[in-house]
């Protein structure tokens, strides 16, 4: 299968929970299409930054949309687990997830196509950065177009066994 029929296949898989804020749904059912292909996939979360805008000579404005994974928010997820909460219910902490490819270094993310979305919804003004409609590329390059995404070990392992509940995995 080519890159894009793999990313139409993990979105097909992620049905209804294919929308923005929605990462840990599409990371997971993209390390399981990757996984079936034959690649070898590690499910990671943490922290992701995109460019907003091309036009750099404008001084003004936000630069970057970024979610940022941090010890407090965790802590404070992990005090409503403690209140039995349905996990479905609970908001997760600020994080990203996304696929990474084990033997190429690459990350495979498939949200940036709803990066236009959540500016405006979220912070109210048009998105002016590349359009893109998914992520297949090692690491490294993708620093020198502004884009970064940093994997941590608490974020992920929490990431992943939440999203083994939510899918009912054992």
Not at 12 to 27: I, M, Q, V, Y
Request: one cysteine or more; a negative charge; aromatic letters at 12%.
């Amino acid at each position: 299968m080519t890159q894009q029929e793999l990313v139409t296949r993990a979105r097909e898989l992620a049905g209804r929970r294919n929308k923005p804020g929605r990462c840990l749904d599409l990371a997971w059912w993209t390390c399981v299409v990757l996984g079936a292909a034959g690649y070898k996939v590690c499910f990671q979360a943490g922290s992701a930054s995109w460019p907003l805008r091309q036009d750099w000579e404008r001084p003004e404005g936000i630069t970057h949309l970024s979610y940022e994974w941090n010890k407090p928010s965790f802590e404070e997820f992990m005090a409503r687990m403690m209140d039995e909460t349905p996990v479905e219910n609970i908001p997760l902490p600020e994080i990203h997830c996304w696929a990474g490819l084990v033997d190429t270094q690459e990350i495979v993310d498939l949200t940036p196509c709803f990066l236009p979305n959540v500016v405006w919804n979220d912070l109210g003004f048009p998105y002016d950065g590349e359009e893109l409609d998914y992520i297949w590329s090692p690491g490294a390059s993708l620093h020198k177009e502004g884009i970064s995404y940093h994997a941590n070990k608490e974020a992920t392992l929490l990431a992943f066994n939440l999203a083994r509940t939510v899918m009912g995995v054992p």
